[in-house]
């Protein structure tokens, strides 16, 4: 069936996504289109040169993530990864998605001496560049890696990466289970589903028509990150649900969004390459995933209760008004303190982790 479309005009991008359309048979799921609109190199939205990152649309930035917001929110995450460096044994930090190199850079000034190595893993060769000029005075600690390693040891931070992974779509009409896709129509892409096996890992209650996502890429991520660290600790902050919630029946349109300008629309067929594409995280199944393949879960909780236990507000009675304003967006339950939530993984013994000492919600997930 086709559903409604995204009129495009040919680009290089688009001209590429036809290719593998005509390779795929007319056909492609649609981890396979968003992972190509976001990652094919230098054309996708995070491998082109538009800025992205940033506070107000007239930067020309497309969004604001929490270290670009205020440098509290790095400084407030350092006291965590500082204990857990010690916890574990390690000296080294992993970064995946550094984005512009803001958070890093706060990291690494309130970390100092504790940090002998801080090894960012990033697919953007554009955000690479921007992330170098940024860490300039860190340059003798800072590597860069397009991939995993065989083996990691140290302390991992990823913040706003696991939106950002290819998902499925799932449609359920009229009580059958589809396959959401793209093909080309005319001079746009557009949907078509197509039956399929696959399904939600809860049943959906209700006989309503339903969208909503399935994440096999990030927890894939996840279960190899597991699989290579050898010794260490994992802290990813993002917005998202445990599956009760993820899965609800009211949530019937699903959690995919664009960005571009500061501004959302529900339409990643439009402008490919031109904004970002994200899906809310299931945090439950990222739980599950590093629990299968030998981590331990640390905790989980919402980003608002883990900077308030990891110390920002001390930090906050040292700030001017205006630096308080903006960190307040952190912790407040309409901002980002509630939607985004923060878990955390050991490699080895598990000990109570300071970002985790109240309001631990990993009995939901």
Known sequence: MNLEQGADRATPLTRIIDAALQRAGGWLPFDRFMAMALYAPGLGYYANTSRKFGQMPDSGSDFVTAPELTPLFGRTLAIQVAEALDKTGTDEVWEFGAGSGAL??????????????????????????????????????????????????????????????????????KGEWFERGVVRHGDGLVWEDRPTELRPPVEV???????????????????????????????????????????????????????????????????????????????????VAGQDAGLEVLGYCSQARFLLNAGILPLLEQATLAERTLAARLIHEHEMGELFKVIGFVAGEPWDAIGFAEGDRMHTL
Not at 142 to 150: G, I, N
Not at 260 to 266: E, K, Q, S, V
């Open 104 to 173: 890093a850079l706060q990291l690494l000034d309130a970390l100092g001496d504790r940090v002998a190595r801080y090894r960012i893993v990033d697919l953007s060769g554009t955000l690479r560049e921007r992330q170098q000029q940024t860490l300039a005075k860190h340059s003798g600690k800072v590597e860069w890696l397009s991939e995993l390693p065989e083996t990691l040891r140290g302390v991992v931070v990823g913040n706003e990466v696991l939106d950002a992974m290819p998902v499925q779509l799932l449609v359920r009409t």
């Open 205 to 287: 209650q209700g006989a309503h028509d339903y969208l909503s996502e399935i994440h096999p890429q990030a927890e894939a991520f996840i279960a190899t990150l597991a699989d290579r660290m050898k010794q260490g600790a994992a802290f990813f902050i993002d917005y998202g649900f445990p599956e009760s919630e993820y899965y609800h029946p009211q949530r019937h349109m699903g959690t995919v969004m664009c960005h571009r300008g500061h501004l959302a629309d529900p339409d990643p067929l439009a402008d490919v390459g031109q904004k970002d594409i994200t899906a809310h995280v299931n945090f439950t199944g990222v739980a």
